[in-house]
């Protein structure tokens, strides 16, 4: 999950724990260095073509063989848009236009990433044909009946909305 410094990566001191801004922290005697955790920056794409919704099946761990919404890491040099649009991209084979900013969540993934930070945008989805990215190991659209319950209940507000709005 996250790295676990033993000794500075600055100087090469070991490191020692203390408190630090309210929390326990290890930190740098030498050179002031704080190993400070933050949470991955994560974007994610409700992917909606009509009223049904875009999801991938997972090929890789975190949950690997699941149904989700398109979903990576925000690389250095790019908004939070950009890693959604990207990632939708890469793991569905179609481009899609953001609508709005449905939130932002902190996940906790004890499999593989840890604390994340997760900014969920809904994509509307071009009409473009569906392929399966290199992590992906399938691509469909799923109405809103069809939806596995973890999903359903997870985006219940936004699922709500796509019905009754788009």
Request: charged fraction near 30%; hydrophobic fraction near 40%; charge should be negative.
């Amino acid at each position: 999950m996250t790295k676990e410094y033993i000794f500075c990566p600055i100087c090469g001191t070991t490191l020692q724990i203390g408190m630090l801004e309210g929390k326990e922290r290890k930190y740098c005697p030498k050179c002031d260095f704080v190993d400070y955790k933050n949470p991955l920056p994560v974007a994610l794409a409700i992917a909606v073509k009509d009223k049904d919704f875009l999801l991938i099946k997972r090929g890789l761990p975190p949950r690997q063989g699941m149904w989700a919404s398109p979903s990576g890491f925000i690389e250095i040099g790019e908004t939070a848009e950009e890693a959604c649009l990207r990632e939708l991209k890469e793991e569905t084979g179609v481009s899609g236009e953001i609508l709005k900013l449905v939130g932002v969540v902190r996940r906790e993934d004890k499999e593989v990433y840890g604390d994340m930070l997760i900014v969920e945008y809904l994509v509307k989805v071009a009409n473009e044909e569906l392929k399966p990215g290199s992590d992906v190991e399938d691509v469909r659209l799923f109405s809103v009946d069809e939806l596995p319950d973890y999903y359903a209940n997870f985006f219940r507000e936004v699922i709500e909305e796509v019905q009754n709005k788009i």
